[in-house]
C-alpha cells in the first residue's frame, strides 16, 4: 500500500463557530453556551495547541462586562468548550469569535468571523406580563377550529434600537409587523409534548417596528395542540381552545424599553382561512379578504373584532427550541399534468415531497372553487386515496374574481399527484402556475454520497427525501396519512443514517427532553410508541426496539457529535428504560405476556397483520435487551461511571447467557431459522463459542441464498443484517442483496418509479396496484436504515472516536462498483473519501479535517496507515 499527501496545502482558518447544537444562536436557552468550531485547509497533520476566544458585550449590559473580554486556553479541544465570561442574562446579545494555534508553531489561525449569541427569555418573569389568549367567542369542539387572527396596535415615540418578538401558539402561527410577514418559519412553533415542553420562538423584527403608529397580527390555526391527530377522532388533545401568546420587545434609542405583551387589549376575528386541519387539509374563501385588508397595519379599523379573552398559563415550560424551525426549503415545479382513467385532471410533480401547492396568477369568476386533492400513488389509473385512510388531504381555494397567488399556511402534505378540480377556464394549469413547496426542518446538511451504480444512486437520493419528509418539527413514521407520528422503532432503525445525512443533535436532543418527560409521567418509566404520546395520558405496553431507542439513540448521537452534556443528560432515560421500565422474567429477559411488535413488517407478514412476523417477537426482544444493556455499560464508561459501567456490563454478560439458554439449542442453533434471528446473533455477539459462531455464519449465508439474495427481515432485523454479514466475511453476499431489483428488495421500489423509500417492501405491487394492507406508506423511512452501511462500506467513512475526532476509512468494493465518494461534514469539519478501480489499480484519496486524524484500511492491504490532518492518497493493485 502506497500513501503520501495530495496537492498543496491551504492554510488552516476557522469556518464555523457554533454554540450548544444551535444551527443559529439566536434566542437560545443557555446563558452559558458551549463554544465549537470546525476547520476549514489541508496542512498535514495540524493539531491545536491551544486556543484565543474573545466575547464583546454591548455597552450598558449591566454586567460590568462592557467591551472585549479575551482568554487563552493551552488545550486541544474544540467542541463544546466552555463558555469564558459571566452567563448571558435575558435577551442579552454578544459577539464572540476564536482563533486556534497549532501544535508545530506559534502562528495562529486567522480570527474566525464574529458570530452573534444571544440569548431569549430564561425565565416566566421575563415575559412582562404576556399571558396566552384567545378569541372571545365559543370555540369549536366536535369539527375543526377556525384559524383566528389577532391584532394590536401600539406606538413608538422614539426611534428603535431593537426590537424583538417572543411568540408561541396554542395551535400553530404566523405573525406579521406593519404588514409585513415576521421571519420565515412554517409550521410554528413545531410540535412539542405540549404538557411539559411548551417552545417558543424568537424574531428580530428591528427593521419592521416603525416610529409612531405600528401593529402587529397574528394568525392562529389548531395544529397539532387542538385538531384531530392520531389513530381516532379525537380533538383537543392538548387544550381545546386556540390561542397565542406574545411579547413584543421595543428598545428605543434613548433607552425606553416599549412591550407589547398578548393580553386583553388585543382584538380578534376570523377571516378567509376557513379551516386548516393537518389530515384534512386548508380551505380559504378568498372573497372575506376585503374586510382584512392592511389588518396587520396600523390604522386598521377593529372596532368591530372580537374582544381577546385570557387564557391559563400554558402547562408546559416556556423554552426555546433545541431544533431548527420548519421552513419552506425548495420548490419543485410539475412535470406533467394528464387525465385519469374517469377523466380527471392530475399533477405529476415528479417527486413524492411534502409541503403543498403554491398556486400563482389565478383568475376566474368569483365563487369558483378550486379544489386540490393529494396522493403519493396512481392506482387504477386513479388517484390512490385509499393509503390515506381517513386523512382528506384536500386543500380548497374559492376566487373572489381577482387575479390570486395562494399557498395554505396550517396544513401538509405528502404527495407526488394532485388532482385538480374546479380549475378555471381562463388561467393555464401548468408550470407557471403552480408550484411545489417543499418543507421540512430546516437541519445542515452533511453527508453526501454517489458511487457508479446509477440505482444506488437513485435510492440514496430516496432516502434523502424520505428523511426530509419526515424530519418535520420531530420524526414522524410517515407524512400523508391519518397517522405521522413519532414512532420511537422508526427513529431506531434510522437513527445512523440521519446523523450522518444532517446535523440532527439538537432536533434528537429536543425530542429526547419529550421522551423522558413522557416516561416520568406515571412514574412507569416505559418508552411510549410515539413521542409525544397521543392521547397525552396514553400509558403503552413496554415493546423492544421501539422503547430502546431510549438508550442507542444517545448512543448514536454521542458517536456521531461527541456532546457527553448531552449523552449525560439523556442517561437517566437510558437507566430507567433498562432497569424498570422493562418488565423481567426471572432469568431478567423480557416478560413473555407483553406486547411486542418483534420484526415489524417482515417482508412474509401478510398484507392484513404487519407483526406477523418470521421470527419470534420475543427472540427480537430478548437480542436487543442484551445489546441494550452493552451499550447502556459504554454509554456509563463514557460518563466516567465506573461502577455502573462495570455493573451492566456484568448483567450484559449474564443476559447473553440466558439468551444462549433461551433461544438456542446446545449446538447454537436458533429456535427460527431466520434472517433476523441470524443476524442479531452476530451482530449482537449473542455467540460465545467459536464454532457455534462459526456455524451461525454458515447458516446466515445459506439463509440468503436460499432466498435468492433477497431481504428476509423486518424493521427490527434490517438495521443488524448488512453488519452481521459484514463481520463474518460475507460482504459479498449483501452486495447481491442490495443490487437486487426483485420484491423484497430495496432497489425494487426503485425500478418501482419510488423517489422516497416505503414502509412495505412491497407497498406497490409487481403488477402496479397497492398493496391490499393498511401499511401502505410510500414514504417511509425506517428500511432506508441501509444507507448507513453504504456510507461506511462503500464510501468507506465512519467515526473511530465519538464526534469523528478519529475516522476509520475502510471502503470495500463490490457488486461491479467501480468508484465511489463520500463525505461528511463533522465537529472538526470535512471528512471525505473517493475511490476508484482502474486499470488494475485501486486507488483512494482521503482528507482529513484539522484536530482530527484517521485510520485507512485498504480492501486487499490488510495494513492500518495512521494519518493525521491533510489530504493523502493510496493505491494497491487490483485484479
Known amino acids: 500500500m502506497a500513501a503520501h499527501q495530495a496537492g498543496p496545502q491551504a492554510e488552516v482558518s476557522i469556518s464555523h463557530l ?76 454578544v459577539q464572540v469569535r476564536v482563533r486556534s494555534f497549532a501544535n508545530s508553531s506559534n502562528t495562529p489561525t486567522p480570527w474566525s468571523d464574529w458570530v ?71 409550521m410554528a412553533p413545531g410540535w412539542q409534548s405540549y404538557n411539559f415542553r411548551h417552545a417558543y420562538d424568537t424574531y428580530d423584527v428591528t427593521k419592521l417596528v416603525k416610529r409612531g403608529e405600528n401593529a402587529i397580527g397574528v394568525l392562529v390555526g389548531e395544529g397539532w395542540y387542538a385538531g384531530r391527530y392520531a389513530f381516532t377522532s379525537n380533538r383537543n388533545i392538548w387544550g381545546d381552545t386556540i390561542g397565542l401568546q406574545s411579547l413584543l420587545r421595543v428598545t428605543l434609542k434613548n433607552g425606553t424599553v416599549v412591550t407589547v405583551p398578548s393580553d386583553t387589549s388585543w382584538r380578534a376575528n376570523t377571516g378567509p382561512v376557513v379551516s386548516s386541519e393537518i389530515y384534512d387539509g386548508e380551505t380559504y374563501d378568498s372573497r372575506l379578504e376585503a374586510d382584512l385588508k392592511d389588518w396587520s397595519s396600523a390604522g386598521f379599523d377593529d372596532s368591530k373584532w372580537l374582544a381577546a379573552k385570557q387564557l391559563p398559563p400554558v402547562k408546559g415550560e416556556l423554552v426555546p427550541p433545541d431544533a431548527p424551525p420548519v421552513r419552506k426549503i425548495e420548490e419543485i415545479k410539475p412535470v406533467r399534468v394528464f387525465k385519469s382513467a374517469s377523466n380527471k385532471t392530475i399533477l405529476d410533480m415528479g417527486q413524492n415531497m411534502v409541503g403543498w401547492l403554491r398556486l400563482s396568477d389565478v383568475r376566474g369568476p368569483i365563487g369558483t372553487n378550486i379544489t386540490l386533492r393529494h396522493a403519493e400513488v396512481m392506482d387504477n389509473g386513479e388517484l390512490a386515496l385509499r393509503p390515506l385512510r381517513t386523512a382528506k388531504a384536500t386543500d380548497t381555494l374559492i376566487l373572489n374574481g381577482q387575479k390570486q397567488t395562494w399557498e395554505p399556511r396550517f396544513t401538509f402534505h405528502g404527495f407526488r399527484y394532485v388532482q385538480v378540480d374546479g380549475w378555471p377556464e381562463d388561467t393555464e394549469l401548468s408550470a407557471k402556475t403552480v408550484t411545489g413547496v417543499v418543507i421540512h426542518s430546516d437541519l445542515e446538511p452533511t453527508g453526501s454520497f454517489t458511487c457508479s451504480h446509477e440505482l444506488l444512486n437513485k435510492f440514496h437520493e430516496n432516502v434523502q427525501w424520505s428523511m426530509k419528509g419526515n424530519f418535520l418539527s420531530i420524526s414522524t413514521d410517515c407524512p400523508q396519512r391519518d397517522e405521522r407520528l413519532g414512532w420511537t422503532g422508526d427513529a431506531h432503525a434510522f437513527g445512523p443514517t440521519a446523523n450522518f445525512l444532517y446535523n440532527t443533535a439538537g432536533f434528537w436532543r429536543g425530542w429526547h427532553k419529550d421522551m423522558w418527560s413522557e416516561m416520568q409521567r406515571q412514574g412507569s418509566m416505559r418508552v411510549p410508541y410515539f413521542v409525544p ?53 426471572e432469568d431478567k429477559l423480557w416478560d413473555r405476556r407483553g406486547a411486542q411488535f418483534g420484526d415489524w413488517l417482515d417482508p412474509k407478514a401478510p398484507p392484513e397483520d404487519a407483526g406477523a412476523a418470521t421470527t419470534h417477537k420475543c427472540l427480537v426482544a430478548d437480542a436487543y435487551l442484551v445489546r441494550m444493556t452493552e451499550l447502556l455499560a459504554n454509554i456509563s464508561a463514557a460518563l466516567g461511571m465506573a461502577a455502573n459501567a462495570e455493573a451492566y456490563s456484568k448483567q450484559h454478560g449474564e443476559l447473553r447467557t440466558s439468551f444462549q439458554k433461551a433461544w438456542m439449542d446446545g449446538n447454537g442453533k436458533m429456535a427460527n431459522r431466520t434472517q433476523t434471528a441470524y443476524a442479531l446473533g452476530l451482530n449482537f455477539g449473542l455467540y460465545t463459542d467459536e464454532t457455534q459462531k462459526a456455524a451461525a455464519a454458515d447458516t446466515l ?34 452486495y447481491q442483496m442490495l443490487v437486487q431489483t426483485k420484491v423484497p428488495s430495496w432497489l425494487y421500489q426503485v425500478v418501482m418509479n419510488g423517489t422516497t423509500t416505503w414502509e412495505r417492501w412491497d407497498s406497490l405491487l409487481a403488477d402496479g396496484h397497492v398493496n391490499s394492507g393498511e401499511m401502505t406508506s410510500f414514504n417511509h423511512y425506517a428500511f432506508g436504515a441501509v444507507a448507513d452501511w453504504m456510507h461506511k462500506t462503500i464510501g468507506g467513512l465512519a467515526p473511530l472516536e465519538p464526534a469523528w475526532k478519529a475516522v476509520k476509512v475502510e471502503p470495500i468494493p463490490g457488486a461491479g462498483i467501480t468508484h465511489a465518494n463520500a463525505s461528511f461534514l463533522g465537529p472538526y469539519g470535512e471528512v471525505w473519501s473517493a475511490w476508484n478501480l482502474k486499470d488494475g489499480l485501486f486507488k483512494l484519496q482521503v482528507r482529513v479535517p484539522p484536530n482530527s486524524r484517521a485510520e485507512v484500511r485498504l480492501p486487499r492491504g490488510g495494513k492500518v496507515v495512521k494519518v493525521w490532518s491533510g489530504v493523502y492518497e493510496f493505491e494497491e493493485p487490483w485484479k
Open 533 to 585: 404520546t397521543i392521547p397525552p395520558d396514553t400509558l403503552n405496553d413496554p415493546a423492544a426496539f421501539w422503547g430502546d431507542v431510549a438508550v442507542a439513540g444517545p448512543w448514536n448521537l454521542f458517536q456521531s457529535f461527541g456532546d457527553k452534556n448531552m449523552l449525560a443528560e439523556q442517561y437517566p432515560q437510558s437507566q430507567a428504560w433498562i432497569d424498570k421500565g422493562i418488565p423481567r422474567k
Open 116 to 186: 452573534a449569541v444571544e440569548t431569549g427569555l430564561l425565565g416566566r418573569d421575563d415575559w412582562a406580563g404576556a399571558g396566552p389568549i384567545a378569541a372571545d367567542r365559543p370555540t369549536e369542539v366536535h369539527g375543526p377550529k377556525q384559524p383566528i387572527y389577532f391584532r394590536k396596535s401600539f406606538r413608538s415615540d422614539e426611534d428603535v434600537a431593537t426590537a424583538r418578538l417572543y411568540i408561541t401558539a396554542l395551535g400553530l402561527y404566523e405573525a406579521e409587523l406593519n404588514g409585513q410577514r415576521v421571519g420565515d418559519a412554517v
Open 18 to 93: 457554533s454554540f450548544e447544537n444551535h444551527r443559529v444562536p439566536f434566542g437560545i436557552a443557555e446563558s452559558k453556551p458551549r463554544i465549537s468550531w470546525r476547520f476549514r485547509g489541508d496542512a498535514q497533520a495540524w493539531q491545536q495547541s491551544s486556543y484565543t476566544i474573545e466575547v464583546s458585550r454591548g455597552k450598558g449590559n449591566g454586567t460590568g462586562k462592557d467591551g472585549t473580554l479575551s482568554r487563552s486556553y493551552q488545550t486541544t479541544d474544540s467542541i463544546y468548550v466552555p463558555w469564558p465570561d459571566e452567563p448571558l442574562r435575558t435577551g442579552e446579545s
Open 701 to 734: 449465508r445459506s439463509l440468503v441464498a436460499e432466498n435468492d439474495h433477497l431481504v428476509g427481515t423486518g424493521f427490527a432485523g434490517t438495521p443488524a443484517l448488512a453488519p452481521a454479514l459484514q463481520s463474518i466475511g460475507a460482504v459479498d453476499d449483501f
